[in-house]
């Protein structure tokens, strides 16, 4: 069961695909964070949506917003798949403890070993203010996100 709007959003600590730490808790008070859960680099939606967050780039990370997008891929993977795919917002890896971040904000599938697809919309102050939740066949759309950071 994903975390419900009005909570804190679960603190974390994961490499990006340049190997840097980065934690959520960098953002309170400075950033709205968009957090992306996507099940796997290299796989065709999972593709389309980071590559739709690309387009939509300009307006939805900027001074008072950031995305960060995350799978349990290894870092070494990410950096690829941002260099092949042209993204400019980090990739983190919930690699190690596998999945870890996934099951704490309640979107990992245990069975298929992978995040499913989860967003978050987390406020300054660290409250999640938006959410939604697809199935790993089911894209989202990242338009949706555009509305719910337009009204924070």
């Not at 934690?23 to 065709?44: I, M, R």
């Not at 939509?56 to 990370?61: D, G, M, V």
């Not at 996934?102 to 599938?109: I, L, N, S, T, W």
Request: hydrophobic residues 45%; contains cysteine.
């Amino acid at each position: 069961m994903a975390i419900e709007v009005g909570t804190q959003a679960p603190d974390f600590e994961l490499k990006n695909q340049h190997g840097e730490l980065v934690k959520l808790s960098d953002f309170q008070g400075e950033k709205n964070v968009v957090l992306v859960f996507y099940p796997f680099a290299f796989t065709g939606v999972c593709t389309g949506e980071v590559c739709a967050i690309q387009k939509e780039l300009p307006r939805l990370q900027n001074d008072s917003v950031q995305v960060l997008a995350v799978s349990v891929d290894s870092p070494f993977t990410l950096r690829v798949f941002a260099e092949q795919e042209e993204l400019a917002y980090p990739l983190l890896s919930d690699f190690w403890p596998h999945g870890g971040v996934a099951q704490a904000y309640g979107v990992f599938d245990e069975e298929k070993g992978c995040a499913v697809r989860g967003t978050f919309v987390i406020d300054k102050t660290g409250v999640v203010r938006w959410s939604i939740v697809n199935g790993l066949p089911d894209a989202r759309d990242e338009q949706a996100y555009l509305e719910a950071v337009d009204a924070l």
